[in-house]
């Protein structure tokens, strides 16, 4: 499974491409906007920037703002331009999905955002996008089960052999990384606070002391 983090903070993606362990990042109109950018000059500027962080063969989602085909493509071929790692993201809308199967013959990779049903997942593959994204934590925080649309996407996707990946999106903690791999994604995105939220147990702390204790004792 895929560790992409989900921010527009340099720092948060600095510190995950430290790790080691990061296979890319995504982005959305209110990520930009917390961190201040603006303007579609400094946009492609710290998309740009956001590329080079992460490194070669990496994927960085870059959403288009327009909700017309024609605005949608002219954002989406601008950004893909700006450099090899860009997935143009997409809204679930009529528009979005035209917008998506014209990206694929085009060989431009696509993200279709704001999926929160299986119906709308099959209509992101059959138009060809490279990623669905689910958003979990938004569906749980409506008392369904976000989980159980990973594991109905990953029954249709492999009863019907379409290859666009699952990106489990809005995955707010650990146990949502934890869920989402048991589930079927083939991509978790999250903030640098969930991924950090994986190392902890303090069993860990406890057999590290005791191991360094000893290991001291021994030594002198
Ligand atoms: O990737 C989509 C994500 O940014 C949405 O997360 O926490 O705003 O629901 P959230």
């Given at each position: 499974?895929?560790?992409?983090v989900d921010t527009?903070?340099?720092?948060?993606?600095?510190?995950a491409?430290e790790?080691?362990?990061?296979?890319g990042?995504?982005?959305n109109?209110s990520?930009?906007?917390k961190?201040?950018?603006?303007g579609?000059?400094?946009?492609?500027?710290?998309?740009?920037s956001?590329c080079e962080?992460?490194?070669?063969?990496r994927d960085v989602?870059?959403?288009?703002i327009?909700?017309?085909?024609?605005?949608?493509v002219a954002e989406?071929?601008?950004?893909?331009e700006?450099?090899?790692?860009?997935?143009v993201k997409?809204p679930?809308i009529k528009?979005?999905?035209k917008a998506?199967?014209h990206?694929t013959?085009?060989g431009?990779?696509t993200n279709c955002?704001?999926?929160f049903s299986a119906g709308q997942a099959?209509l992101?593959?059959?138009?060809?996008?490279?990623y669905v994204?689910?958003?979990i934590?938004?569906?749980?925080d409506?008392?369904?089960?976000?989980?159980?649309?990973?594991?109905d996407?990953?029954?249709?996707?492999?009863?019907?052999g379409?290859e666009?990946?699952?990106?489990?999106a809005s995955i707010?903690?650990?146990?949502?990384?934890?869920q989402?791999a048991k589930?079927?994604?083939?991509v978790?995105?999250?903030p640098l606070?969930?991924?950090?939220g994986?190392f902890?147990?303090p069993?860990?702390?406890?057999g590290l002391?005791?191991f360094?204790?000893?290991?001291?004792?021994a030594n002198?």
């Amino acid at each position: 499974m895929l560790f992409f983090v989900d921010t527009a903070n340099l720092d948060h993606i600095r510190e995950a491409a430290e790790l080691g362990i990061l296979d890319g990042v995504t982005t959305n109109p209110s990520l930009m906007a917390k961190e201040g950018i603006t303007g579609e000059k400094e946009v492609l500027k710290h998309y740009r920037s956001i590329c080079e962080i992460v490194g070669k063969d990496r994927d960085v989602s870059a959403e288009v703002i327009s909700t017309d085909f024609a605005g949608m493509v002219a954002e989406g071929k601008k950004l893909a331009e700006l450099h090899e790692n860009i997935v143009v993201k997409v809204p679930m809308i009529k528009e979005g999905v035209k917008a998506i199967a014209h990206f694929t013959e085009l060989g431009i990779r696509t993200n279709c955002t704001l999926v929160f049903s299986a119906g709308q997942a099959i209509l992101a593959a059959k138009a060809g996008a490279t990623y669905v994204s689910p958003f979990i934590g938004r569906i749980d925080d409506t008392a369904w089960d976000g989980m159980k649309l990973i594991k109905d996407i990953f029954e249709i996707y492999g009863q019907t052999g379409y290859e666009t990946a699952i990106l489990a999106a809005s995955i707010r903690n650990p146990l949502h990384i934890v869920q989402a791999a048991k589930a079927g994604a083939d991509v978790v995105t999250c903030p640098l606070s969930a991924i950090m939220g994986l190392f902890y147990h303090p069993l860990t702390d406890i057999g590290l002391e005791k191991f360094l204790a000893d290991y001291n004792k021994a030594n002198g």
